[in-house]
């Protein structure tokens, strides 16, 4: 929840009307829950297995609690995203990353600044590692979840963030060629 | 007169430094403001024990000149004023390393949340920036490069040797990541207004954190001999203006074309220059 305040301080001095609007969807959300809060349960159960799974990926790819955490925070994240109806299952379909989807699925102007979140094994200047251990990370998730599953998104999001765009493609193009000195 | 002026009586424009300038360059992060202030709390001390000193010296000779006193003392020993000249120096440098320290450290803070990664890529000689948070494929990241503005073709009111072609567009009262690294020899993005200074070297990425908390462009320049035209590498490119948070809405969406118009506008990058790429 962290995260939410802060972004919400970040942008509180331009963006007050946009809150508010989400304050109104979330509302919107909320109340037919209330009413039938059965159904929703059953649909959401349903509609989003992907979202139960990345809870539990990070600790089955031997993940720490750190990262635990993160995954936490994302399924947070996404959690009232995806009790939208209609058009977050269209998205969640085409998915690419959460966060485009997320803001195609509002249509709002609304920009979640986001980036690769520190990282508490990297506290120094030099970040090296993080970017070569992210990207390791999303490989090691691919492999163990098959191409293209929704829960490796982010890890996919923080080496791109981290990583210049030079460095993804030699070392891409090391994979493709079985060279990439990384534990796979 | 004339030097006089020059040295206390100009304008400072806030961002670009001016001939003959003495002090540093408007802070427009806390982090310079620190620099600034430790500077201050420095010169404190400084001029305290210059002026101290420099009476001790003016007196001695004075005092003990050889006409006034031709037969010197000789005094070898003094328990008292050995003491005292250990100990007080001792608390002055204690008064000046802690908050020395304290600022030292917090420089080196990283940021817990950062909003944007911008990763900065030194290259013979110009800077090429990378947006990638809003990826979705290896392939799409808004990349641009960031050469000087030559001698010969700066417009009208630009610094000369200050402009590039493709300012840096950063929103302000953000926390920000940098990453700088380059792509053949080291370099180093430095940019005074902000107090940053980060080395780029090869096959290593620095982190740095910032978080502007001004509009404004602010200009920097590559403070790591890097070749021959090291001192045409203006580019930590500087920051370019630096617009509320409204602005990524329009990035983003045009995030997906590399060299979006909009960004280029925003930037108030009007040449063709990115034809070179």
């Known amino acids: ?184 | 007169m004339i030097v006089l002026e020059c040295l206390f009586l100009t304008i400072a424009p806030c961002d670009a430094a001016e001939p003959w300038q003495l002090g540093s360059q408007d802070a427009a992060t806390p982090m310079m403001q620190g620099i600034i202030d430790l500077h201050h709390d420095i010169f404190f001390f400084l001029i305290l024990i210059f002026v101290f000193v420099s009476w001790i010296l003016v007196r001695a000779l004075w005092h003990f000149h050889y006409k006034k006193n031709p037969i010197p003392q000789r005094i070898v020993h003094g328990t008292t004023i050995e003491i005292l000249w250990t100990i007080f120096p001792s608390i002055i440098l204690m008064f000046i390393a802690i908050p020395s320290f304290a600022l030292l450290y917090s420089m080196d803070e990283v940021v817990v949340d950062p909003a944007i990664t911008i990763k900065a890529i030194g290259h013979q000689w110009y800077w090429t920036y990378e947006y990638s948070d809003y990826n979705s494929g290896d392939e799409q990241s808004l990349t641009f490069d960031s050469y000087t503005i030559p001698e010969d073709d700066p417009e009208l009111g630009q610094s000369r040797l200050l402009e590039v072609d493709n300012r840096v567009v950063v929103p302000e009262k953000t926390h920000l990541r940098i990453i700088v690294t380059p792509a053949d020899v080291p370099h180093s993005w430095a940019v005074p207004s902000l107090g940053v200074k980060c080395d780029a070297v090869p096959g290593r990425l620095n982190q740095t954190s910032i978080s502007v908390q001004r509009e404004g462009v602010y200009y920097g320049q590559c403070s790591e001999i890097c070749g021959t035209n090291h001192a045409f590498m203006r580019a930590p490119g500087n920051i370019g203006r630096l617009l509320s948070p409204l602005w990524l809405s329009r990035t983003n969406q045009g995030a997906s074309h590399p060299r979006s118009k909009l960004l280029q506008r925003a930037a108030g990058a009007v040449w063709s220059r990115g034809a070179r790429q």
């Open chain 1, 1 to 184: 929840m962290s995260k939410v305040s802060v972004k919400q301080y970040l942008l509180e001095e331009k963006e007050k009307k946009s809150d508010v609007a989400v304050k109104s969807v979330e509302e919107s959300e909320v109340k037919p829950s209330v009413d039938a809060p059965t159904e929703e349960i059953v649909q959401k159960t349903e509609e989003t297995p992907t979202v139960v799974d990345s809870e539990v990926a990070p600790g089955a790819t031997g993940g720490d609690s750190e990262v635990s955490d993160v995954a936490a925070g994302d399924s947070k994240e996404t959690s009232p995203a995806d009790a939208n109806p209609a058009p977050s299952e269209e998205s969640s379909d085409t998915a690419e990353s959460e966060n485009t989807n997320n803001q195609e699925a509002e249509e709002t102007p609304e920009i979640k600044l986001e980036t690769a979140p520190a990282d508490f094994r990297f506290p120094t200047t030099n970040q090296t590692r993080h970017c070569f251990t992210r990207y390791i990370e999303y490989h090691r998730c691919i492999a163990a979840k098959g191409e293209g599953a929704p829960e490796c998104d982010k890890f996919a999001k923080y080496y791109r963030s981290l990583c210049p765009g030079e460095w993804v493609d030699r070392w891409n193009e090391q994979r493709e060629n079985g060279t990439f000195p990384g534990p796979l």
